[in-house]
């Protein structure tokens, strides 16, 4: 079979590219190794996490929260196993969403494993060892990612697990260690501290989520904390030994080696970062150069160093999120096109998903000070918003940074609820370049969180808030 270009990986970075290069009139296969399409994001990644999120979120409202809201319940009881079948279905939703996309946009799925035999043959290789050749004008590459786990933390998917399996536990733990106080950790390990288990965070840095904004780690360990979380800063695991139903953790502190921690908990979850997947994928049979990292190196235009070789996602350099693959897949698909697309790395937000959310869009102000930028802060907590107050969701903050001069926004951090949401303006405001004081000038709705944004930029403009 001929094509004009083959994507290998169907994640979105891959499923988005095979789409766009169907529209632009490219006859369009895809191949992935599993089943089902969507990726790590769909299937293992962004979807079911979410839905245990929103699911166990649920649960901690109605046993911390109805009876102060007027709401009297009695027996309220979990049943876990419920809980995941429903992820289980909005994943399977997902995936029969994709598989239309693709139908829709005649586009060709080949399901097995996608390897270069030379620069315009692609073999797929079926889980029963059956193959068949592609020829390819042009192809992407979008193999995405999978998690690092040291070979010294005896990584056993029973006891020693990932997020893959932390998704599909059906008896709740009574404690749960997490390595790692990144994206992951934090929000698998949220799902759990809410649903009752106890829940300890090691993490190596001195703070959580070190590539935010450092306002935003403070507030969301704050947070984190009164929900019961316990965090070990500074703190290097030197010893994950899983035994049947348990698993022994050493950490020894990084200010005095003499200091160690240990547990003896029912799960130790690893969650300290993700490496590229490029195996057996015969990057060697045609030259393409990787990093240290095992990234694939591109140029600015995506490519590889083998000319109508492109790479996009998790595979390449940048931050590790659905939204950058995808934003890269359309990117790829029409400069293949001849089309002249750009992307704006900077304002590509990043965002949290625990209770409250967290979101940062721009430079930090850790990067701002790096760069020696002059520029003005202006904070607004969620505790003075009259809608948080209606929902009892008072933590948080939102930190509106702009030039000292011109005032262009240059990055806005957020806390609280619904920030994942509320990001987007920023984004917007960014990629216009408005200055704090358009943001402090436009009408927010009242009562909203919204507001806190306005208010932040009332702030940076001229300390001038109105509500505090
Ligand atoms: P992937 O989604 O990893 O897809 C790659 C696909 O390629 C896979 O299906 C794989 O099987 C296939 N493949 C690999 N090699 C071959 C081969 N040789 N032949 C055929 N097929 C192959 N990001 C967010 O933006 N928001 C979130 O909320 C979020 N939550 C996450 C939660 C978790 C628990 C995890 C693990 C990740 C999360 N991410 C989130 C990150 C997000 O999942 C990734 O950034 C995203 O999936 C990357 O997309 P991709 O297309 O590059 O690769
Ligand atoms: P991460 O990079 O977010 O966090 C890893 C954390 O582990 C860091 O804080 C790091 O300092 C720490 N760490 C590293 N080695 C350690 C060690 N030996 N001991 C203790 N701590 C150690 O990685 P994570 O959480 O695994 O997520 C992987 C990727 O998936 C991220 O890049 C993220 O972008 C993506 N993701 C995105 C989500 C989202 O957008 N909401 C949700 C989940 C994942």
């Given at each position: 079979m001929k094509f004009d270009v083959v994507v290998i990986?169907?994640?979105?970075?891959?499923?988005?590219?095979?789409?766009?290069?169907?529209?632009?009139?490219?006859?369009?296969?895809i191949i992935e190794r599993y089943p089902v399409l969507g990726g790590t994001c769909l299937n293992v990644g962004c979807i079911p996490s979410k839905a245990l999120l929103d699911s166990s979120e649920h649960f901690h409202i109605a046993r911390e929260k109805f009876t102060k809201h007027g709401i009297d319940i009695s027996g309220l009881k979990l049943n876990l196993p419920q809980m995941i079948k429903r992820k289980g279905e909005v994943v399977l939703d997902n995936n029969k969403g994709v598989e239309f996309l693709m139908k829709k946009n005649k586009i060709e799925v080949l399901t097995g494993h996608g390897s270069f035999v030379n620069k315009n043959t692609i073999r797929v290789t079926t889980a029963d060892g059956s193959t068949q050749e592609l020829e390819a004008d042009k192809v992407i590459i979008a193999t995405g990612s999978k998690p690092i786990v040291p070979a010294n933390f005896n990584y056993d998917k029973k006891r020693v697990i990932t997020s893959t399996e932390a998704l599909n536990i059906e008896k709740l733990p009574a404690s749960m260690l997490v390595i790692g106080g990144g994206v992951i950790?934090?929000?698998?390990?949220?799902?759990?501290?809410?649903?009752?288990?106890?829940?300890?965070v090691v993490e190596y840095l001195d703070r959580i989520i070190p590539g935010m904004d450092s306002d935003c780690s403070r507030e969301l360990m704050k947070s984190l904390k009164s929900l019961g979380m316990q965090f070990h800063l500074r703190h290097a695991v030197t010893e994950v030994t899983p035994?049947?139903?348990?698993?022994?953790?050493?950490?020894?502190?990084?200010?005095?080696?003499?200091?160690?921690?240990?547990?003896?908990?029912?799960?130790?979850?690893?969650?300290?970062?993700?490496?590229?997947y490029?195996?057996?994928?015969?990057?060697?049979?045609?030259?393409?150069?990787?990093d240290a990292k095992g990234r694939i190196e591109v140029d600015a235009h995506l490519q590889t160093t083998v000319p109508g070789i492109y790479a996009i996602g998790d595979v390449i350099q940048g931050a590790m999120l659905a939204?950058?693959?995808?934003?890269?897949?359309?990117?790829?698909?029409?400069?293949?096109?001849?089309?002249?697309?750009h992307i704006?790395?900077?304002?590509?937000?990043?965002?949290?998903?625990?209770?409250?959310?967290?979101?940062?869009?721009g430079y930090t102000e850790e990067q701002l000070k790096e760069m020696g930028t002059p520029y003005k802060s202006g904070k607004?907590?969620?505790?003075?918003?009259?809608?948080?107050?209606?929902?009892?969701?008072?933590?948080?903050?939102?930190?509106?940074?702009?030039?000292?001069?011109?005032?262009e926004i240059l990055g806005v951090h957020m806390v609280g609820a619904r920030v994942a949401d509320m990001i987007a303006e920023a984004v917007a405001l960014m990629e216009f370049r408005a200055s704090a004081e358009d943001v402090a000038r436009m009408s927010h709705a009242h009562p909203t969180y919204t507001e806190a944004m306005k208010e932040a930029a009332l702030a940076a403009t001229g300390n001038r808030p109105l509500h505090l």
């Open positions: 990986g169907s994640g979105p970075g891959g499923y988005v590219a095979a789409i766009r290069c169907a529209q632009l009139g490219f006859r369009t296969a950790g934090l929000e698998l390990g949220s799902v759990y501290a809410r649903l009752g288990t106890e829940v300890h035994s049947k139903n348990k698993v022994k953790v050493v950490a020894q502190s990084r200010d005095d080696e003499a200091k160690t921690m240990e547990w003896n908990v029912d799960y130790c979850l690893v969650a300290i970062g993700r490496r590229p490029t195996d057996q994928l015969g990057l060697e049979n045609v030259g393409i150069k990787t939204h950058k693959a995808e934003e890269e897949g359309v990117f790829v698909a029409e400069t293949m096109a001849g089309e002249h697309p704006n790395y900077n304002l590509i937000p990043g965002v949290v998903y625990t209770w409250p959310e967290v979101a940062g869009v607004f907590p969620f505790r003075a918003l009259g809608r948080a107050r209606a929902s009892m969701d008072l933590d948080g903050m939102v930190k509106v940074l702009a030039h000292k001069e011109t005032d």
